[in-house]
């Protein structure tokens, strides 16, 4: 979305590749967010997360634009505020500031806040920004003993294997390979681990990840009781393998 919005404006801007100088764009003014999805983690105090808006237009003084609240899955209005969308003057970019409050959050329970920005004088906002958020906690003392391993694959499933090896390096969980020309299939193993040290890896006999060109797989190692619970995660091209150290509290 950001390259997308990017790559609007400059054409906006620029009359030919062969001008030196950006012109003004005299039209009507559109405004948007560099980005459509902020995830964030809410420590404890709170957190305030500032992200970019553009404009197609500049101003000889600083704008400020409303901002609309789409939607508040889960959260109160206690729960977070809302600064001020500005744009300084003679300029593109400009911010907005979120924060977000911590003690008013449940543990492992997600949580949604979707802005829009509203342009005055017939002008136009581009799509709203959502804020998933999720409150820290803390893995180290997380009690888990049943777990699930989410892996989605691309075309050639069959290159993907994985494992988890204890301390002492003996494998005592492993899977795949897959079926191939399935891009976009979810396979879940249901794994119990007691207490300890473990690493996980993710291996492709290809050495190009879950990614083949065309499509992008992912892999998630969580926790069965609190599926927010991560212990292992990760898309795309990893090369051939990736592997995450993790410990299950006992």
Sequence with gaps: MKNLFKLFLICLLIVSCEETEPILFDGTTAVGFSEAVVDLSIPEGGITSTVSIISTTTSSESRTFDVTVVDTQGLEASDYSIGTATIPADS?????????????????TPYVLTVALEVPGGGSAFPPISFNLLKEYDIDTFVCGDFKLSIVVDNYGSE??????DSTGEVVASGG????????????????????????????DYEDGLF???????????CAEQTVVSYASGSGNFGASESTDFTVVE
């Design 177 to 204: 390979p897959y079926d191939d020309e399935a891009a976009g299939t979810e396979y879940v193993s249901n794994i119990s681990l007691p207490g300890g040290d473990y690493t996980f890896t993710i291996y492709d």
């Design 160 to 165: 993907t294997t994985w494992d988890i090896k």
């Design 212 to 222: 083949d060109g065309s499509n992008t797989g992912t892999y998630n190692l969580y």
């Design 92 to 108: 593109y970019e400009g911010t907005l500031d979120v924060t977000f409050n911590y003690d008013g959050l449940e543990d492992f």
